[in-house]
């Protein structure tokens, strides 16, 4: 079973930026692909960047691309998510997930979950 913990969330002006990490228990890091979602109020999650086992795939939704960067640190089993030039419109809870392959983290396919952290971006 693994766990993930994530931190780093708080409250931001609009064009600033954050760094939420997310660290990984219970499973070998190094096997799994890694992501972040987000659930804004009376939204659906959505998916934000992922990012693969070796670290040298990453995938982004076209709402954060050119904004937002992910990475790992594998000696640390961590995932990192850098929020650069923030908009009020990234409010929301962020998750991070896990699961074996790439394409499944996100598309949600068996993903282990965190328990989220609160990012809010004032305008």
């Known amino acids: 079973q693994v766990r993930l913990v994530e931190s780093g969330g708080g409250f931001v002006q609009a064009g600033g930026s954050l760094r939420l990490s997310c660290t990984a228990s219970g499973g070998t890091f190094t096997t799994l692909s890694l992501g972040w979602f987000r659930q804004a109020p009376g939204k659906e999650r959505e998916f934000a960047a992922a990012?693969?086992?070796?670290?040298?795939?990453?995938v982004y939704a076209d709402s954060v691309k050119g904004r937002f960067t992910i990475a790992r640190d594998n000696a640390k089993n961590t995932v990192y998510l850098q929020m650069n030039s923030l908009k009020p419109e990234d409010t929301a809870v962020y998750y991070c997930?896990?699961?074996?392959?790439?394409?499944?983290?996100?598309?949600?396919?068996?993903?282990?979950w965190g328990q989220g952290t609160q990012v809010t971006v004032s305008s």
């Open positions: 997930a896990a699961t074996k392959i790439l394409r499944d983290v996100v598309t949600d396919l068996n993903n282990y």
């Open positions: 990012i693969s086992w070796s670290g040298a795939h990453a």
